[in-house]
């Protein structure tokens, strides 16, 4: 038996087929810049692909990233490698329990000479912050910080400073010594598109760093492209094409946090205290383009949404007493949802 297709539809089927195939060339040739970007930083930087994929995503997305790992896994290293290869303003600031407001975002000085007060303002006012240690600043800075994160502004007195365009914070944080930090608020936790877990390195990755180290240092990476080339790649990843049906599946991961007994997720009712916000639906939905992005496709795939959801997830989800008794984490549960949400 054979089924013929009336020509019309055939027509219109090749047409489709072409035109995903153009949208695919022109993100490919979008896309060839990061080839440069990877080639710098892999001369310093040894595995850690994950970590280098997600500060591409957050880059793209103009948004904000914490990495979570012990010392010494170059998580630090990493982010100063791939600022280094962009033309923009990079600064790294140490948070430590006895930095000020003021030493972020900056203050109002004196001037004896005219009797007035100019603004002298802080490290935060680059293109790239890196937030070293971030959970050992105390509140106050926090509080600093998240005006910064989701206004890109400060207010210094009673006047307020736009920060420059792109403004993004990459921070970082040790997940194993406590003495002397402070957790962050779920406010500032939520402003952070993605949370990366840092990993050690495998056998064969480590045995290169040993190599590297023994050997002659290589020369600091070189900026490679510009903050133009950074904004125009963003407008791409905008225009990349997102079907209903994965729109719909971005929403039925996320409702799954929030009443997973509505969602047919009953057992996971009691593990979870609060669930995902609406920034997560659209941090899930824009990091998938920047991941469709990142493969050369233009458009997304339900493999998208799930490689980039735990990162976009994990820290938003606020799991129950029960749970910390039983050893579950935010991990497991975004794990178990996306493993039984029905794919489309």
Do not use: W
């Not at 994160?149 to 914070?169: H, K, N, S």
């Not at 930090?181 to 939520?190: F, I, N, V």
Request: aromatic share 6%.
């Amino acid at each position: 038996m054979f089924l013929i297709v009336p020509k019309e539809n055939a027509s219109n089927h090749e047409k489709s087929m072409n035109s995903v195939q153009q949208l695919n060339e022109r993100i490919r040739r979008e896309a060839s810049f990061l080839q440069n970007v990877l080639a710098e930083t892999n001369r310093i930087i040894v595995g850690q692909e994950r970590l280098m994929n997600r500060l591409l995503i957050a880059l793209l997305c103009n948004s904000h990233l914490l990495i979570e790992g012990v010392p010494g896994l170059a998580k630090t290293l990493a982010v100063r490698t791939l600022a280094a290869t962009i033309s923009a303003r990079f600064q790294r600031i140490q948070f430590t329990p006895d930095l000020l407001p003021a030493d972020l975002i900056g203050t109002q000085v004196y001037n004896p000479r005219t009797g007035e007060f100019a603004p002298r303002l802080g490290p935060i006012f680059s293109n790239i912050v890196l937030a070293d240690e971030i959970n050992r600043a105390p509140a106050k800075v926090q509080s600093a910080l998240l005006e910064a994160m989701e206004e890109r502004q400060v207010t210094i007195g009673d006047q307020t400073y736009p920060l420059p365009d792109p403004f993004l914070v990459l921070a970082t944080q040790n997940p194993i010594e406590q003495a002397g930090t402070y957790p962050l608020p779920e406010a500032q936790l939520d402003r952070f598109m993605l949370k990366v877990i840092v990993d050690y390195p495998t056998r064969q990755e480590e045995r290169l760093i040993l190599e590297r180290m023994a050997g002659d240092v290589p020369p600091p990476p070189q900026a490679v492209i510009g903050v133009d080339v950074i904004q125009h790649a963003r407008e791409v990843v905008n225009s990349i094409y997102v079907d209903e049906k994965i729109k719909d599946y971005v929403l039925n991961i996320v409702f799954a946090t929030r009443d997973p007994g509505a969602n047919g997720l009953k057992d996971l009712r009691t593990l979870i205290d609060y669930g995902a916000s609406p920034r997560a639906t659209i941090f899930l939905l824009r990091a998938a383009k920047a991941h469709a992005f990142l493969r050369g496709r233009g458009y997304v795939t339900p493999d998208d949404v799930k490689a980039i959801a735990p990162d976009v997830l994990r820290h938003r989800i606020v799991v129950t007493f029960e749970a910390e008794a039983e050893a579950v984490t935010p991990a497991q549960v975004v794990q178990q949802i996306l493993s039984r949400v029905e794919v489309p």
